[in-house]
């Protein structure tokens, strides 16, 4: 492979990162504290929880489908993680895996839905967030409440060789994903389904397992994240994980993941969230009214698009 | 001759019965209602409920025509909230200033519509993420116009919306009004150009229609409608506020699949997506006369809607296991 193939084949990735650099060195430039070790951390963490839900949401994304429920599947986690420990650090290491398989059963329940039963991706994942935000709300009756036990926010606060836990969590989580969507026949039978359903069906893989899978696995990986949020945050409140929603699908589409499905890749993906967390943090650090942040929010996130999904169009 | 009539009736049922199933879904919700509670049951009552359903269902509306040719309009929320902020921080009490108002709020909204079908075509991007960038830029310049909730909503611009003829409001009109439109709508040009679009777009292309125009138009149609509903909006709650809008976004698009209107474009209609508008604004009373908590009314209209779609998946999965072309 030559370069100027590498280039071509890997230009929105290139350019994401490209966008991300840019407004990093721009506020940088007019902001000198910007650029501080702390702030860094601060974004860092900031980073890896909307890193982690946008694994998942690129796979369902990989697949041609989309998932909108990732907001409650995070906060019900969070919610079950501080109930089922109590604060208590000992009781994490069963509960863990046990919101954990929560998440991987809501995100079943979202994929059965699309694969078996063939509802739009858009209107089950949407349906099936407020089911599981009436289950959340309506179960504890509108009052929900505890917080994470100390262990996890010892964790999410503390430092590893300078670096956020949190960070390197979502690094390595980054890594097997990308082994797993890039390397693995598991990965490719992504891509095929995304591409074409029919081929897929044709090369004889079992297209409504795979698909669900990745519901599942988008599933896991929210509960992943609303389990490290918990950790964060004083005080656990409902609504928590509504930025989630359409960050997540922001920051893979700004990644140069086609919401067709099909194509894309992990790394892009991570650059597409390094652009949304440095414009999140440079609106912050200049002080710019809400307003202000939300117009430019969707400037960027259009022509972040747009650049990253010129060439595709043009092919 | 008479049985052959009989075995039409009964081939249109078999056709076309999964269009029937929110008129069936709203029926039974009623009839519930009337047993639980017969009192409700009331002109008054069916008044109050089409006051408070017509924000979203002109809402609905819209987002139906941008359905119809395959898209999704997430920027409806954008615009009424702009609209909203608009009217109650910008109008007089003079009918000038409220027909002006009102016009250039329709001109806003139609011209955000075009911009996105003009950008969604041009750029071929989802319009998902176009339409999820329009919201946040109308979000901002809603935050820009009015900070927080309040405003100040002229009392004869509410009185005129909110007016009764007799027993019949104001609202009740416009939906029928915009019903008789649709029919009309639909036998033009343009409503065929619009389904068909939403079919097959290569197709409708290769036969000449313009993809382009089409698209612009359901837009542009759909950025009116939400301005019509941010409109109605300010009078029904007699304030402004710059976050009213987000609330409409999804259940928009609700309304508009229960009432049988499907995303991938081509099929569905007006008629079925204000009568989907009207179950889930009716959920909450059922609710309440069953005795059941309120926090649980998001679950039921999740369940609604997955049910409502998961049924005519499997009409439709009936139809093309009969052999037909759907």
């Known amino acids: ?315 | 001759m008479k049985q052959e009539k009989k075995n039409k009736r009964g081939w249109w049922l078999r056709e076309n019965w999964i269009t029937l199933i929110p008129y069936a879904m709203l029926l039974v919700m009623i009839i519930l209602m009337g047993i639980l509670n017969p009192s409700t049951l009331s002109l008054r009552w069916m008044a109050n409920k089409s006051d408070a359903a017509l924000s979203l269902i002109l809402a609905a509306i819209g987002q139906t025509f941008v359905l119809l040719t395959g898209g999704f309009d997430l920027s409806v929320g954008g615009i009424i909230c702009v609209t909203n902020c608009l009217a109650a921080s910008r109008m007089q009490d003079s009918s000038g200033s409220m027909l002006a108002w009102a016009g250039i709020c329709l001109g806003i909204g139609c011209a955000i519509g075009i911009f996105n079908g003009f950008i969604i075509e041009k750029t071929k991007l989802q319009p998902f993420i176009v339409t999820l960038a329009t919201q946040s830029i109308c979000y901002g310049v809603a935050l820009l116009i009015m900070k927080v909730d309040g405003g100040n909503v002229p009392i004869r611009y509410i009185n005129g919306l909110l007016h009764r003829f007799g027993p019949i409001p104001v609202s009740m009109l416009i939906i029928i009004g915009m019903l008789v439109l649709w029919m009309y709508f639909k036998q033009t040009k343009w409503g065929l150009f619009i389904y068909a679009v939403g079919s097959n777009e290569k197709a409708s292309h290769l036969n000449g229609i313009s993809v382009m125009k089409t698209k612009v138009l359901a837009y542009g149609i759909s950025g009116g409608f939400a301005v019509l509903a941010g409109l109605f909006r300010t009078a029904h709650v007699a304030s402004g506020s710059p976050t009213a809008g987000a609330d409409f976004v999804m259940i928009s698009i609700s309304a508009a699949v229960i009432g049988g209107t499907a995303l991938t474009g081509g099929a569905g209609g007006m008629m079925g997506t204000v009568i989907g508008a009207l179950v889930l604004r009716t959920i909450a009373d059922l609710l309440v006369f069953l005795g059941v908590s309120s926090y649980w009314s998001s679950l039921v209209q999740g369940v609604l809607l997955i049910l409502a779609v998961a049924i005519s998946a499997y009409g439709t999965l009936l139809k093309r296991k009969r052999g037909a072309v759907v």
């Open chain 1, 1 to 315: 492979m030559t370069i100027k193939r590498f280039w071509k084949d890997n230009f929105s990735i290139f350019m994401t990162y490209m966008v991300a650099f840019l407004l990093m060195v721009f506020v940088s430039v007019l902001h000198p504290g910007y650029a501080s070790p702390n702030n860094l951390r601060i974004l860092s963490i900031t980073a890896s929880i909307l890193g982690i839900t946008v694994i998942g949401q690129m796979i369902v994304v990989l697949t041609g489908g989309m998932d909108l429920s990732v907001p409650w599947m995070f906060t019900i986690a969070a919610f079950l993680t501080a109930d089922l420990t109590g604060g208590d650090n000992g009781k994490l290491i069963f509960a863990v895996p046990i919101v954990l398989g929560a998440g991987l059963l809501m995100g079943t329940f979202n994929g059965i839905g699309v694969s078996y039963v063939g509802i739009a991706p858009v209107i089950m994942t949407m349906a099936s967030n407020i089911i599981f935000q009436g289950l959340l709300v309506g179960l504890t009756g509108g009052t929900p409440g505890g917080s994470a036990p100390k262990a996890l926010k010892s964790f999410a606060g503390g430092s590893i060789g300078g670096f956020s836990p949190l960070f390197l969590a979502w690094i390595v989580f980054s890594v097997l994903f990308f082994i797993l969507i890039a390397k693995s026949p598991y990965g490719r039978k992504l891509y095929a389904i995304g591409n074409s359903n029919t081929v897929a069906l044709f090369s004889g893989i079992n297209v409504k397992l795979v698909r669900v899978s990745a519901y599942s696995l988008c599933g896991m990986m929210a509960a992943l994240a609303g389990i490290l949020f918990s950790g964060r945050i004083s005080q656990l409140y409902l609504g928590m994980g509504d930025p989630y929603q359409m960050q997540s699908v922001s920051a893979v589409a700004i990644g140069g993941v086609s919401l067709l499905g099909g194509s894309g890749s992990c790394i892009g993906a991570v650059g597409g969230v390094l652009v949304l967390v440095v414009l999140d943090g440079l609106l912050a650090a200049f002080g710019i009214a809400q307003s202000i942040q939300k117009i430019v929010y969707g400037v960027v996130l259009f022509l972040a698009v747009l650049l990253s999904s010129r060439r595709k169009a043009g092919r």
